[in-house]
């Protein structure tokens, strides 16, 4: 898909990169940025493009609304390279008016100076303005979470982090009920209000018992102080990691309690999870992050799903990642309906480190900065082979391998290695060298920023031949490596490219994933157990890490209905579910449809609803209210006998005589995964917010044909309910592939969209 908008309009986002005076005779220059759509660089994709090359089709674009390439050039003062297509550059009003009205371009807007936050992600959301809290922030409203416990299924925590600090806290809400195991020096207090583990599923899998230093409730992994910080993680000024993301690091809810249940070990066994599921309900809790899952599997026989249809029943939202597994579709992971299942996507936040080279060259990389070498000073740039030890392989030291370089070659110089892992700049780090250039070697490889030892810069492969190519042609090649986190001026979200996708592999009626949210590059507390890479020669201990996974877009979810319960302690798991679905977005910061990361137009399959916007949840308007008899009934209608509902009924259950149809579970999405003919499926909306009167307004899947009965509903006092029918019909030409389209309930304040997703039976099939 071409990602270009249709209207060209100036956008007001959050970043300035300077400001100019000028003499009131002259007219008045602004910094802008200029984002283009997919296609203006032709078919070839911008991670495979030299540089040059883009340059220069900035400089013919631009010099066509300046009348001067030349002034165009003196103009644009940063091109992006890797993940935007666009630049930044100085402009009067009218060149600004001139180049927004051409077809290339997706959006110009100003680059205004904003104060840099380490979880850009909340201001990202909308709970932040300009650094600063709004009175009409969800936070302020819902206090913070004040006392909502949320519950973590995990690797543990490390409590002493700063963000589990009790300071200013008043007593633990006397509807806990749990308690804190204390081996390991583990200690609680009123934030971090519960520590347990359970490894007697890992014990029973390996079949031998476990050494006694596996009992303890202590995180040496990372990642479940990680995920809990980002739930309820309390306010810490001055965080970062390893100088990127410089601010105050925060949770969804940080004035909420957090109780930490220790269930991973080598990996997570399902005896272990049911164990922690069944603790945390006796406990308590109101919300259970759960950033773990595993290939789709039927619900009886998978512990989360049982675990959490039991949370449920008891008035618990459980939260759950999606799984890493990728775009391929029918890999997403905890597809139970049940479950919030939250997808992953982008901030407006970027992890830039440029190579400039001594032509004047610039080559845009990623990396954190580790400590970024003083601007425009150039160190001498050497080729990892051309740098290698006695009696080493020339392909050891092209990856520059461990003991592969020769400290006398390499001291005080920027080094040149071909593939790009953390290892290599720890080896050039051990031989001397100041600064390192990583290549990629396969042309789509996807450029991550690390955490390298060095100042470094990742590069794409076609980058990396050209930086090579400047070596072998200057008789003193030199380079310096210049880091810095841009903000506001990002495109985003945009789907991340490890973020599983539908259709759901169980039951194709549910759609999945149901959300997506903030899960690239997210600062949150981390253990000190243990160096940020995990890898044995890493010896930092660092409070804080950045990391990505669907693991960390599933407890910013969690802390947002964390804010949901706050505000409405009344509402049912299912309520907050619908209410946080049928406000999300599908467009991005740029006005267009959220896109995959080769900015291809994404869908449902990918963002289940869409991209969630807290302060829109708050207050909904109406909801898709679902009970636990409503669950059981969807369970009776996929065919479970006595022995499978025995696991989420507590005493038989006798299914309804005429089993219901999957179509017609009140879930916020709608989804006919094998429409022959047509169907007719039953929704019932319950108002949750002010009398008023609600129209229908469809948007048909192509090929389909949609009809809603009826048309408006009027609801006149709070949790009334209205039920309405939607009748699909295939169209004669209508394609055997998924189609998507949508409907939203408007009463001309609320917007109550639910996706539709529907594929035409093959004719072929039985």
């Not at 110009?108 to 936050?117: K, V």
């Not at 964390?562 to 910061?589: D, F, Q, R, V, Y």
Request: aromatic content about 8%.
């Amino acid at each position: 898909m071409r990602i270009r908008s249709h209207s060209c309009i100036s956008l007001l986002l959050l970043f300035s990169l300077f400001s100019s005076l000028q003499s009131p005779t002259q007219a008045a220059k602004k910094s802008y940025v200029v984002y283009l759509g997919r296609n203006s660089h032709g078919s070839e994709s911008s991670s495979a493009l030299d540089i040059s090359k883009k340059t220069e089709s900035y400089h013919e674009l631009l010099g066509s609304c300046m009348k001067s390439k030349e002034k165009a050039k003196e103009a644009i003062f940063y091109s992006y390279s890797s993940y935007i297509n666009g630049f930044a550059a100085t402009l009067e009003d009218e060149e600004v008016d001139e180049i927004s009205k051409r077809p290339e371009v997706a959006s110009i807007f100003p680059n205004e100076e904003s104060e840099l936050h380490t979880t850009r992600s909340w201001e990202f959301l909308g709970l932040e303005r300009n650094g600063k809290i709004p009175p009409d922030s969800i936070w302020v409203k819902a206090r913070f979470g004040e006392d909502v416990i949320i519950g973590n299924l995990d690797t543990g925590v490390w409590p002493e982090s700063e963000s589990f600090s009790d300071e200013g806290m008043g007593p633990i809400p006397s509807k806990w009920k749990g308690y804190c195991d204390t081996n390991d020096r583990v200690k609680c207090n009123r934030k971090l209000i519960g520590a347990r583990y359970f490894n007697k599923g890992f014990q029973a899998s390996i079949g031998q018992p476990l050494d006694p230093s596996y009992n303890t409730a202590r995180d040496t992994d990372g990642h479940g102080t990680h995920t809990l910080a980002t739930a309820g993680g309390r306010f810490v000024s001055g965080a970062n990691f390893l100088g990127s993301a410089n601010g105050t690091a925060k949770g969804g809810s940080p004035n909420a309690r957090v109780a930490s249940y220790k269930v991973c070990w080598r990996g997570c066994n399902d005896a272990d999870v049911l164990a922690a599921f069944d603790a945390a309900i006796q406990d308590g809790v109101d919300i259970l992050s759960v950033s773990l899952g595993s290939r789709p599997r039927h619900y009886f026989g998978h512990g989360i799903s049982m675990g959490s249809f039991h949370a449920v029943k008891n008035g618990i939202l459980v939260v759950c990642s999606a799984g890493n597994s990728g775009g391929q579709g029918g890999r997403v992971s905890n597809v139970a309906p049940w479950i919030l299942t939250v997808a992953a996507s982008t901030i407006d936040r970027n992890f830039a480190s440029n190579v400039i080279l001594g032509n004047n060259r610039l080559f845009k990389g990623l990396s954190f900065n580790t400590n970024t070498l003083p601007a425009r000073k150039y160190y001498p740039l050497v080729y990892s082979v051309d740098a290698k030890a006695a009696n080493v392989s020339a392909l050891s030291a092209q990856s520059c391998s461990p003991e592969s370089l020769d400290p006398e070659k390499v001291k005080g110089k920027i080094v040149y290695c071909l593939h790009a892992s953390v290892e290599m700049s720890w080896v050039v780090a051990q031989a001397g060298g100041v600064g390192v250039i990583l290549a990629d070697q396969l042309p789509q490889a996807t450029i991550s920023p690390q955490a390298h030892f060095l100042p470094t810069a990742h590069v794409s492969a076609a980058d990396g031949l050209s930086i090579l190519a400047y070596i072998y042609s200057t008789r003193h090649p030199v380079a310096y490596i210049s880091g810095a986190t841009e903000v506001g001026a990002v495109a985003a979200p945009i789907m991340a490219s490890f973020s599983s996708s539908g259709p759901n592999a169980i039951n194709p009626e549910i759609l999945k994933p149901d959300i997506t949210a903030p899960g690239v590059d997210i600062l949150a507390a981390y253990t000190e157990a243990s160096g940020p890479t995990s890898q044995s020669f890493d010896k930092r201990h660092l409070p804080f890490n950045i990391i990505s996974g669907t693991s960390m877009s599933c407890p910013h979810v969690s802390g947002i209905a964390g804010l949901l319960k706050s505000l409405h302690p009344e509402w049912s798991p299912a309520a907050i579910k619908s209410a946080i679905m049928t406000t999300a977005t599908t467009t991005s910061n740029v006005r267009q449809p959220i896109a995959t990361d080769f900015l291809q137009e994404s869908n449902p399959f990918d963002y289940g609803s869409g991209h969630i916007r807290p302060s829109r949840a708050m207050d909904p308007g109406l909801v898709y209210d679902l009970t636990t008899k409503d669950y059981l009934n969807f369970l009776c209608s996929i065919g479970y006998n006595a022995t499978e509902m025995s696991a989420f009924a507590d005493k038989p259950y006798n299914c309804p005589s005429k089993n219901s149809s999957l179509l017609d579970l009140n879930y916020p999405s709608i989804t006919v995964p094998n429409l022959s003919g047509k169907v007719t499926l039953t929704r019932t909306l319950k108002n949750v917010g002010t009398p008023g009167l609600y129209t229908a307004h469809i948007n048909a899947p192509e090929g389909i044909t949609v009809k809603v009965e009826p048309m408006r509903l009027k609801f006149n006092k709070t949790n009334e309910e209205k039920s309405f029918k939607v009748t699909l019909r295939a169209e004669e030409n209508a394609s055997d592939f998924y189609a998507f389209g949508g409907l939203v309930w408007s009463d001309g304040v609320h917007n109550v969209r639910s996706p539709i997703v529907v594929k035409k039976k093959d004719a072929g099939s039985a």
